[in-house]
C-alpha cells in the first residue's frame, strides 16, 4: 500500500457506507415506474463531457465558466435539432460530434435520402453506440417548423419563457463577515454584503427566430443596498436581444454576446476545450455571434453585432464597449486586468469598472459542403495604458493602449481526411499557426494530427486556441491521437503531445519542455453499464523552489493520474457511476506526493413530480500538488467543479420537485468534512473549523 494512503478501520466503514448507498439506490429501480419527464432535473452530462470540464478546471489559469456550455445544451433539449435538415454549421454548434462524424452523417443523408429512424444512426461510419447515446437527448427527426414570419401574435403565442431564481450560500460563519461599524469602511477589512449569492435570470426563445434574455447577480459578500458603497440593487446585470434570418441578413445581435472565428488563434471568447479522452475533438468549431447567458464579468462583449449571408459567402461585424476591472497606478496607467468579477472589499470596489474597453472588428468566409475559408480582423483599446511590472518572463507580453490582430483560418474535407487550421498575427510582428488534421483511416480506427507554433511575441487578448499554455504564445508542440476500437464493445484512445516552450514561463526561469500522455479503454458491454479506466502523464520543468527565484535549476514535475470509473443506468429513471481516481506527483530530488479520492453518485427518479440526487466521496491527498478535480451534479443551468485536497469526505444530496405544471424547484445541500484541518481557506474566506456547508434553492418558471 502507499505510505499515508492505507485504509483504516474509520476509512473502511466509510467505504462499506459507499457500498450501501449502491445498494439502496439499486432498490430504488422498483419505484420508478412513470414515464421521466421532458428535460433534465439536473445540469447532468455524460462522461467525455464531463471530462473535459475537469480538465478545463483543472488547466485553466483563470475561473472557467460553463455556463454558456450547459445552456447550450439544455437549449437542445427543448429544441432538439433536426438531423435530416441540419447543416454542417449546425452540427458544429451541438458541440457533440467531430468533423469526420458531421461528414459522415451529411454523406449518408446525401447518398441515402433522409434518415428513417434514429436507429439507422447505427449504420453510418463513426457512430458507435456511445456516440448515439450522446447525442438523443438533443436530436430528432421531426419536420422542422415551416418558415415563419415575426409578428406580435407569434410572439405571445408561440414563444416560451422561462425565468429562474437561485439562492446559495456558505452556512458557516466566515472571517469576512464579521463587520466591525466602529471602524471606517475604508480602513477595515470586512465584506459589505452577507454571504448569500443572489441569481436572477430571464429567457424567452421563439425557435429560430428570436432569442432575448436579461441576467442579474450579486456574489456572496457583494453589498444589494448599502450606503458606505452607494450599492442599489445586483452588482452585474447583463442583457441580449437575438434576432435570426434565413435571408440576406442572418443574425443580428444587441447587448451582450459572445464571438467565435476559426481555431481561436485571433478571435475567440468564452469558454474552448482543449485536450480530454475525446481524443478526436480537437478540431474547434467556432460558432460565430452567440448569445452570451453568462455571469462571468470579463468573457463577453458589450454592444452590437451582425452577420450577413449570401448563398456561399458570410460576413460578421462586431462592435464592443464596456468598462472592466483594473489595478490602476498614479500615473494612471493601469498594471492588470482584474478578472474575479467580485466586488466585495474596499479595494475591490475601487478597481471595479475603471478601464474602458473598445473591441471592434469583423470576420469574412466563404463556405460550402468542404471548403471552409476566413479572414479575421480585430481592434481592442483601452481607456488608459497598460503597463506591467515587466520581467524577463513576460516582457513579450502586451503593454499600451491599443492592440490589432488578423488571421486567416480554412477548412476542407477531402476523401476521408479533415484538414483545418489557422494562422494569426499582432501589430507587433508576433505570428501564430495551428494546423491539423483528422483522417479516418477505417471505420474502426481515427488518427488526429496538430501541430502548432506560437512565437513568444505574439499577443492576442481573445485568443483561447489549442496549446499548453493559457496564452497562445511561447509555445510550440505536435498532438498525436488514435481512436481504434478492436471489438464491438471496446474503444481505445490515446494521445501525446510533445511541447516546448522557447522563453522564460512564470515560475520557470529558462526555456524549457514537456510532455502529456493519456490513454483510456472503454468498456461497453451493454446501454446500461459502462466502464472505463484511464491513465495520464504529464511532465512540465519548473524551478527548483517553486517560486521566481532567478538563480534556480529547472526540475523536471511529472503527474500520473490513474482512474477508474463504473456508470450504470437502468432505463431513465435510475442512473448511478463510481470513481476511484489516485495521483501521484513527483518532482526532482523531492519525495513523492499521493492523492486519492473514491465516489459514489447516483441519480433517482422516484415519481414524475420528484428527483433525488447524491454522492458521497472520500479523499486523501498529502499536498495542492496532488490535488484531484471531479464534475458534480448541480441544479440546472448551474455546475460545479471542486478539488479535492487534504483529508476528509464530502457529501452532496440534489432535489427537483415539480411543484405544479410549468413551477420547478430545486434544493441542493453540499458537506465537506476535513479530517486533519482545524481551519478551512484563508483571509477574509478563513472557517474556523473543520466543515464547509453550502446550501443552494432554485426556482423555474416555465410560460
Not at 147 to 173: A, C, D, F, H
Not at 230 to 241: C, E, R, V
Not at 611 to 626: E, G
Request: net charge neutral; charged share 25%.
Amino acid at each position: 500500500m502507499l505510505k499515508g494512503h492505507v485504509f483504516t478501520p474509520g476509512k473502511f466503514s466509510q467505504a462499506i457506507v459507499l457500498c450501501a448507498m449502491s445498494i439502496l439506490f439499486i432498490s430504488f429501480q422498483s419505484l420508478a415506474q412513470e414515464p421521466q419527464q421532458e428535460g433534465s432535473s439536473f445540469t447532468c452530462i455524460d462522461d467525455l463531457l464531463k471530462e473535459k470540464v475537469e480538465n478545463v478546471a483543472e488547466n485553466s489559469e483563470e475561473n472557467a465558466d460553463f455556463t454558456v456550455l450547459f445552456d447550450q445544451l439544455n437549449y437542445y433539449k427543448e429544441h432538439p435539432l433536426n438531423l435530416n435538415d441540419a447543416t454542417h454549421a449546425e452540427l458544429e454548434e451541438l458541440s457533440l460530434l467531430n468533423d469526420l462524424q458531421i461528414s459522415a452523417l451529411l454523406n449518408h443523408i446525401s447518398r441515402n435520402g433522409k434518415l428513417i429512424a434514429l436507429e439507422e444512426l447505427q449504420t453510418i461510419d463513426g457512430f458507435d453506440r456511445e456516440t448515439i447515446n450522446r447525442i438523443l437527448p438533443y436530436v430528432t427527426l421531426d419536420k422542422s417548423a415551416e418558415e415563419q414570419t415575426i409578428t406580435p401574435k407569434k410572439i405571445l403565442t408561440e414563444g416560451n419563457s422561462r425565468l429562474i431564481l437561485r439562492y446559495q450560500q456558505v452556512l458557516e460563519n466566515q472571517r469576512g463577515y464579521q463587520r466591525n461599524d466602529t471602524i471606517p469602511y475604508a480602513n477595515n477589512k470586512w465584506y459589505p454584503g452577507n454571504a448569500a449569492k443572489y441569481y436572477l435570470r430571464y429567457r424567452y426563445t421563439l425557435p429560430g427566430r428570436l432569442r432575448m434574455g436579461f441576467t442579474a447577480e450579486k456574489d456572496a459578500g457583494e453589498p444589494f443596498i448599502d450606503s458606505d458603497t452607494l450599492q442599489q440593487g445586483f452588482d452585474f446585470y447583463s442583457a441580449h436581444l437575438f434576432y435570426y434570418g434565413k435571408n440576406l441578413v442572418r443574425t443580428v445581435a444587441l447587448g451582450d454576446y459572445q464571438v467565435q472565428y476559426g481555431q481561436g488563434l485571433v478571435m475567440w471568447s468564452g469558454l474552448a476545450f482543449g485536450k480530454s479522452a475525446d481524443v478526436l475533438n480537437v478540431k474547434k468549431n467556432a460558432r460565430g455571434i452567440i448569445p452570451y447567458t453568462s455571469v462571468d464579468e470579463n468573457v463577453f462583449m458589450r454592444g452590437s453585432a451582425v452577420s450577413l449571408g449570401w448563398r456561399n459567402l458570410y460576413a460578421d461585424v462586431f462592435y464592443s464597449d464596456k468598462k472592466i476591472d483594473g489595478a490602476i497606478t498614479t500615473e494612471q496607467n493601469f498594471v492588470s486586468l482584474i478578472e474575479t468579477g467580485k466586488h466585495r472589499t474596499y479595494t475591490e470596489i475601487l478597481r471595479s469598472k475603471i478601464i474602458g474597453q473598445k473591441i471592434f472588428g469583423g470576420h469574412a468566409r466563404y463556405s460550402d459542403r468542404k471548403l471552409n475559408i476566413g479572414i479575421t480582423a480585430t481592434r481592442t483599446e483601452f481607456g488608459d495604458t497598460l503597463q506591467k511590472d515587466l520581467k524577463p518572463y513576460n516582457q513579450f507580453t502586451f503593454t499600451g493602449v491599443a492592440l490589432s490582430n488578423y488571421g486567416i483560418d480554412y477548412s476542407y474535407l477531402w476523401k476521408n481526411i479533415s484538414f483545418f487550421g489557422e494562422t494569426g498575427g499582432s501589430d507587433n510582428g508576433g505570428m501564430a499557426t495551428i494546423n491539423g488534421a483528422l483522417l479516418a483511416l477505417d471505420k474502426n480506427v481515427s488518427l488526429a494530427v496538430v501541430n502548432r507554433h506560437y512565437k513568444k511575441d505574439y499577443t492576442a487578448l481573445q485568443s483561447r486556441a489549442f496549446g499548453e499554455n493559457t496564452l497562445n504564445a511561447n509555445e510550440n508542440g505536435t498532438y498525436i491521437a488514435l481512436s481504434l476500437k478492436p471489438v464491438r464493445k471496446i474503444t481505445i484512445n490515446t494521445y501525446f503531445d510533445q511541447f516546448n516552450f522557447p522563453w522564460l514561463r512564470y515560475l520557470v526561469n529558462a526555456p524549457s519542455n514537456g510532455y502529456e500522455i493519456l490513454s483510456q479503454i472503454t468498456f461497453t458491454p451493454s446501454k446500461s453499464f459502462e466502464a472505463y479506466f484511464r491513465y495520464r502523464e504529464r511532465n512540465k520543468p519548473e524551478n527548483e523552489s517553486g517560486n521566481a527565484n532567478p538563480v534556480d535549476e529547472l526540475k523536471d514535475a511529472t503527474q500520473k493520474n490513474y482512474r477508474v470509473n463504473l456508470r450504470y443506468k437502468n432505463s431513465d429513471e435510475v442512473n448511478f457511476s463510481s470513481r476511484l481516481e489516485w495521483v501521484n506527483y513527483f518532482k526532482e530530488d523531492n519525495n513523492t506526493e499521493y492523492g486519492f479520492m473514491i465516489s459514489q453518485e447516483a441519480e433517482v427518479k422516484i415519481s414524475r413530480k420528484l428527483s433525488v440526487a447524491a454522492a458521497y466521496i472520500l479523499f486523501d491527498t498529502d499536498s495542492y500538488n496532488a490535488r484531484i478535480y471531479a464534475y458534480e451534479s448541480d441544479v440546472l443551468y448551474s455546475y460545479s467543479v471542486p478539488f479535492y485536497y487534504y483529508r476528509g469526505s464530502r457529501y452532496i444530496l440534489n432535489l427537483m420537485y415539480r411543484l405544479t405544471h410549468g413551477i420547478d424547484f430545486w434544493l441542493r445541500y453540499s458537506q465537506t468534512r476535513y479530517s486533519n484541518r482545524s481551519v478551512i481557506g484563508s483571509g477574509l474566506d478563513e472557517i474556523e473549523g473543520n466543515t464547509k456547508s453550502e446550501i443552494k434553492a432554485q426556482l423555474r418558471f416555465s410560460f
